[in-house]
């Protein structure tokens, strides 16, 4: 599964954009948060865990850490 992290700046929007994201075909809205926060950062940090675990085990040779972080920032 791959996520998709959007920032909205205009909170006015957020019942039309879920509207029109629960449309389509294999989207689900998991959660919706109000600022970006510490908890919001360690999710994050846990999901790429979870990945790099999930990618072991299936033998997959995984990417350098530098690569790895800078895919967590994007």
Avoid: C
């Amino acid at each position: 599964m791959t996520q998709l992290i959007l920032n909205i700046e205009n909170p006015d929007i957020l019942p039309s954009l879920r509207k029109v994201l629960g449309e389509l075909k294999g989207v689900s809205i998991a959660q919706s948060v109000s600022d970006t926060s510490d908890d919001m950062i360690l999710k994050s940090i846990e999901t790429a865990y979870e990945e790099v675990r999930s990618a072991r085990k299936q033998g997959k040779r995984l990417e350098q850490l530098d690569e790895l972080i800078a895919e967590l920032k994007a």
